[in-house]
């Protein structure tokens, strides 16, 4: 069976200092990997989306940036971090073709003080 | 472009009382949809879907759901409500091909004994 893993679980970092979270998938190949955020009592907010290695799509200007180094890895970075980045963010992954549904890893609560 | 409206913000509903959570979609075809619910502090866990076929459609822990093309609706129920389904609930529609789910803003759901 697919697993999705995300780490860490709980972040606290300075602001100005740099980020990187990672989410790694297990148990299927090729998945379309998603990167959402939710900000405190908000909806969820889609970032980056990627359908394959080195493809990444951006939905919103920020100040982060995501890779995917390997076919079931991607990361969320960032080099300098403001206190609007502070959320909980969740990674997510599909399978493209004849399935639609997402599935969401546990979440990162990053809070930037 | 698909989008979704849930416009309930916040329910609360007592203990062994029905549920109804709704979800308008906007799509020009027929959609994909689907209702998550998030736990506070954890990732989101698929409820159940509809691609094509019977308009009512079961999901886990209970619910149920029902495909209404005319009104564009895809609303979320549930017999009698326990503890334990106080969390937030996501409705979402996709499209065809690899694009990403598009979310609705959420529903809280709070259960008074």
């Known amino acids: 069976s697919q697993t999705i893993h995300q780490w860490p679980a709980t972040l606290v970092q300075p602001v100005g200092s740099p980020l990187s979270l990672e989410c790694t998938v297990e148990?299927?190949?090729?998945?379309?990997l998603y990167w959402y955020r939710q900000a405190a009592g908000r909806g969820l907010q889609l970032l980056f989306y990627?359908?394959?290695?080195?493809?990444i799509s951006s939905e919103v200007p920020q100040n982060l940036s995501a890779s995917r180094p390997q076919d079931r890895q991607f990361i969320l970075s960032s080099k300098k971090l403001l206190l609007s980045d502070s959320g909980f963010y969740l990674c997510?992954?599909?399978?493209?073709?004849?399935?639609?549904?997402?599935?969401f890893g546990p979440g990162t609560r990053l809070t930037v003080t | 472009a698909q989008s979704v409206t849930q416009p309930d913000i916040h329910i609360t509903v007592s203990e062994g009382a029905s549920l109804e959570l709704r979800c308008n979609y906007s799509y020009g075809a027929t959609p994909y949809l689907f209702w998550y619910v998030q736990s506070p502090g954890q990732g989101l866990q698929l409820l159940l879907k509809?691609?094509?076929?019977?308009?009512l459609v079961q999901g886990i822990k209970g619910f149920e759901a029902e495909f209404k093309r005319s009104q564009s609706s895809f609303n979320l129920r549930k017999p009698s409500v326990h503890w334990s389904d106080a969390a937030e609930y996501f409705c979402?529609?996709?499209?065809?091909?690899?694009?990403?789910?598009?979310f609705g803003k959420g529903t809280r759901l709070s259960v008074i004994a």
């Open positions: 148990g299927t190949s090729n998945p379309n």
């Open positions: 990627s359908v394959g290695i080195g493809q």
């Open positions: 509809y691609f094509s076929g019977d308009t």
């Open positions: 997510a992954w599909s399978v493209g073709t004849g399935q639609y549904e997402q599935y």
């Open positions: 979402a529609v996709g499209a065809r091909g690899n694009t990403p789910l598009v």
